[in-house]
């Protein structure tokens, strides 16, 4: 059975940082391409950030590049989201997913980013 759980979201000031984890289960987790996606309020569902199987390759969306950074340890099948110098606009559900057959999706770590 496919499980993603993450963690680590909260609340946090203008400026502030968090980082984001998502422990992995029921499936070869370094086989994988992992994604992070986040879903503001009233909003579609937005790409953020991926990687790659080995962790070799990243892809982040304009709106983070620079301050969001994506990584994972296959050997604790966890991919993490490390969020700096977060922003109102961050403020969203925040998901991790992989395609496996389907996309799956974890039940998201709520981020809100206010003073």
């Known amino acids: 059975q496919v499980q993603l759980v993450e963690s680590g979201g909260g609340l946090v000031q203008p400026g502030g940082s968090l980082r984001l984890s998502c422990a992995a289960s029921?499936?070869?987790?370094?086989?994988?391409?992992m994604t992070w996606y986040r879903q503001a309020p009233g909003k579609k569902y937005e790409l953020v950030a991926s990687?790659?199987?080995?962790?070799?390759?990243?892809n982040y969306a304009d709106s983070v590049k620079g301050r969001f950074t994506i990584s994972r340890d296959n050997a604790k099948n966890t991919v993490y989201l490390q969020v700096n110098n977060l922003k109102p606009d961050d403020t969203a559900v925040y998901y991790c997913?992989?395609?496996?057959?389907?996309?799956?999706w974890g039940q998201g770590t709520q981020v809100t980013v206010s003073s």
């Open positions: 997913t992989t395609l496996l057959g389907r996309r799956r």
């Open positions: 029921g499936f070869t987790f370094s086989s994988y391409i």
């Open positions: 990687i790659t199987e080995a962790g070799g390759t990243t």
